[in-house]
């Protein structure tokens, strides 16, 4: 029994000393490289040159002792070490999941304000079609003033060749006088004609011109309505951008 035990012990205190020798990993060029190799034969001659009595038992609990607390400690101070590198990989990957919303807000931030520059461009042009508009109804009323002109310039001149027929037939001894009125009163009604004429291709064209830009108009309104739109929907997104980044500073705070 005693041979057996000293055997045992024997085989414990080369485990002992295998695990005691033994250096940490450590990486060089991608390759893992340990400690110094342990010299077997080196050890076996230790251990026949050992006595066999009591204090050699005693030497290697205490040897063994030892080296399960350096074993407590170094699977005390790796536990530490994954722990340290678990949270770390979990602050790197909350930072790295905040930069990315960030640059997502960011993102929708610049294209709120972008849609904001067309819209404000698209007001800009609906009010200066809005101006056009104006002015070309004002030339409008004018064109409709000049051609109300033109007409009673027109029955004027048909009445003053209508007085002159009348004189003619009444004067006899003013004919003369009477083709000549008629010739300026015709004059005058070719002129007022063409006249008229002119108003009312200026008239055409203008009441042509209104309704292009009433159409621009209309169309730039519904742009406006789809810009602004866009923009509302642009800004709701880069606030709730906003707010989620406020959220998680908050929650990493």
């Known amino acids: ?24 990993f450590e990486a060089v060029g991608g390759r893992v490289q340990v400690g110094p190799r342990i010299d077997i034969d080196s050890i076996a001659r230790d251990r026949n040159a050992r006595p066999r009595g009591g204090s050699g038992i005693r030497e290697i609990r205490n040897a063994n002792e030892k080296n399960d607390s350096e074993k407590g400690d170094i699977a005390s101070h790796a536990a530490q070490e994954a722990k340290a590198a678990s949270d770390a990989q979990n602050i790197a990957a909350k930072q790295a999941s905040h930069q990315v919303k960030a640059q997502l807000a960011e993102k929708a931030f610049r294209a709120s304000k972008a849609a904001e520059a067309v819209l404000i461009g698209k007001i800009a042009l609906v009010e200066q079609l809005g101006e056009e508009t104006k002015e070309t109804q004002s030339v409008v009323r004018e064109g409709s003033l000049g051609l109300q002109r033109a007409q009673e310039n027109v029955a004027a001149a048909n ?42 291709q200026l008239l055409v064209a203008a009441k042509k011109r209104v309704d292009e830009l009433k159409a621009r108009l209309q169309k730039a309104k519904n742009d406006l309505a789809k810009t602004n739109q866009a923009a509302v929907r642009a800004e709701s997104s880069a606030r709730d951008a906003r707010v989620k980044v406020t959220h998680d500073t908050a929650v990493k705070t």
């Not at 009445?159 to 005058?188: C, F, M, P, W, Y």
């Open 1 to 24: 029994m005693s041979k057996r035990v000293n055997q045992f012990l024997c085989g414990l205190y080369l485990v002992v000393l295998t695990f005691g020798n033994l250096k940490s």
């Open 159 to 200: 009445k003053a060749a209508k007085d002159a027929h009348q004189q003619i037939d009444i004067l006899r001894r003013a004919v003369e006088t009477g083709k000549s009125n008629l010739s300026n009163a015709r004059t005058a009604a070719e002129g007022a004609r063409r006249s008229l004429g002119e108003k009312e």
